[in-house]
Every structure is written in structure tokens, then in C-alpha cells.
């Protein structure tokens, strides 16, 4: 099981690397990772073990994040975030952003990374919705359409693929600044 002590922190080069295709059929290591990518999301949003542990409550982490540079990444939205419409849970695989909605969204309090300690104020304006083409770990190939809360948080795990942290999309000079119709999503 995945502790803090294993999330790679900003700064290690890994973080900025541009990860592997994952092969299928999974390895037995590549099957195993996927069961822990997902097991810390679990067991950190249960708020005992989360304090038992000393965990972060998350809800994603990418490859890269446990220092694997490969294109795996868990995604667990509380049923409270989901809106109600679009939930999402798997761990996504070689993920494709295949399109994206001009609408662009935020979130209201901005983001954080379980990969990066200090706190780094501002919008993160991201597409408001996605469709979003993966393999789950069976090598099953899924398409789905995802908006708001399930959508931001797919597309931050999608950059930890490609080396990308939340604070590179914050204006510097205006962080909290804002296209009028960028949607603000809590
Ligand atoms: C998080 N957690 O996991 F709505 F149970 C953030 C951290 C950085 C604050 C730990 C988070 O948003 N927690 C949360 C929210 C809920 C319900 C709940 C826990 N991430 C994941 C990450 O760093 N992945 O690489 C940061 C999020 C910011 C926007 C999307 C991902
Ligand atoms: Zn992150």
C-alpha cells in the first residue's frame, strides 16, 4: 500500500517526464500498480484510515506520483462531487483526450497536488468537458463523456502523463483572473 513517503514531490524529475504506454496485457507489476494506485484513493478518503495512516484524501493519482513513468492513473470522485450526472471511477490507461468543450471551467478554490506540498493560489482553467478515451486494466477499451468535477479532475491526472503540474496553467501576473465565461465549479 501506497503511504505519503511514497508520493514522489515536486521537483523530482519523473514529474516531468512524458510517461510510457502501458502494454497489454498487463504485467503482473503493471496489475499490481493499478490495484494500488486505487487502493490509496480508497483507503485515504476513509476519514480513520486516512488519520491512521497520515494520508492526504485524494482523489486521483497518476503513475508518475508513486515514481512510474507510465501512463496509469486511478480516478475516485465521492459520490458528493459527482453532481449527480457524471461520476467517474477506474484507473485509466493510455488516456486520450479525444475532444474537448471551448467552455472552459475552474475550480472555485483553485487546485492542489498530493505531489506538490506548498500551496499555489489561483485559477486552474481547464475544459469543462472532456471525452475521454481509455483501457481499463482487463484491456478493455471505454469512451465516455465526462463535465465539471470528473472532468478537471481527469484532465490533472492526464497532464501527471505528460509532465505537467496545476500551477504551470496559473496566470502569474493574475492568478485568480478569468475569461467572463469560464464556469466556476466547486
Ligand atoms: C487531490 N484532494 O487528491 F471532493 F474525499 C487533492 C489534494 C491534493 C488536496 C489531496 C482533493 O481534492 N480531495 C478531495 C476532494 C473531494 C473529496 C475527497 C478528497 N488531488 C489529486 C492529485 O494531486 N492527483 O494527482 C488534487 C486534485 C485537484 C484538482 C483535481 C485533483
Ligand atoms: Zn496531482
Known amino acids: 500500500m501506497f503511504l505519503m513517503k511514497d508520493i514522489v514531490r515536486d521537483g523530482d524529475?519523473?514529474?516531468?517526464?512524458?510517461?510510457?504506454?502501458?502494454?497489454?496485457?498487463?504485467?503482473?507489476?503493471?496489475?499490481?500498480?493499478?490495484?494500488?494506485?486505487?487502493?490509496?484513493?480508497?483507503?485515504?478518503?476513509?476519514?480513520?484510515?486516512?488519520?491512521?495512516?497520515?494520508?492526504?484524501?485524494?482523489?486521483?493519482?497518476?503513475?508518475?506520483?508513486?515514481?512510474v513513468s507510465k501512463k496509469m492513473a486511478s480516478v475516485?470522485?465521492?459520490?458528493?462531487?459527482?453532481?449527480?450526472?457524471?461520476?467517474?471511477?477506474?484507473?485509466?490507461?493510455?488516456?486520450?483526450?479525444?475532444?474537448?468543450?471551448?467552455?472552459?471551467?475552474a475550480l472555485t478554490e483553485g487546485e492542489g497536488c498530493l505531489s506538490v506540498d506548498k500551496d499555489v493560489p489561483g485559477f486552474v482553467p481547464r475544459h469543462d468537458r472532456i471525452t475521454l478515451r481509455y483501457y481499463d486494466v482487463n484491456g478493455e477499451k471505454h469512451q465516455v463523456r465526462l463535465k465539471n468535477y470528473p472532468a478537471i479532475v481527469c484532465q490533472h491526472e492526464i497532464d501527471h502523463l505528460h509532465g505537467t503540474l496545476f500551477y504551470d496553467h496559473i496566470d502569474k501576473d493574475q492568478p485568480f483572473g478569468r475569461d467572463e465565461d469560464t464556469i466556476m465549479i466547486d
Open 13 to 67: 524529475p519523473v514529474l516531468r517526464q512524458e510517461a510510457a504506454d502501458v502494454v497489454f496485457p498487463l504485467s503482473e507489476e503493471d496489475q499490481q500498480l493499478a490495484k494500488d494506485l486505487m487502493e490509496y484513493l480508497v483507503v485515504s478518503q476513509d476519514p480513520e484510515q486516512c488519520k491512521k495512516y497520515g494520508l492526504r484524501a485524494g482523489v486521483g493519482l497518476a503513475a508518475p506520483q508513486v515514481g
Open 76 to 105: 475516485l470522485v465521492p459520490a458528493a462531487e459527482e453532481n449527480g450526472k457524471s461520476p467517474f471511477t477506474d484507473v485509466i490507461i493510455n488516456p486520450v483526450i479525444v475532444s474537448e468543450s471551448v467552455q472552459q471551467g
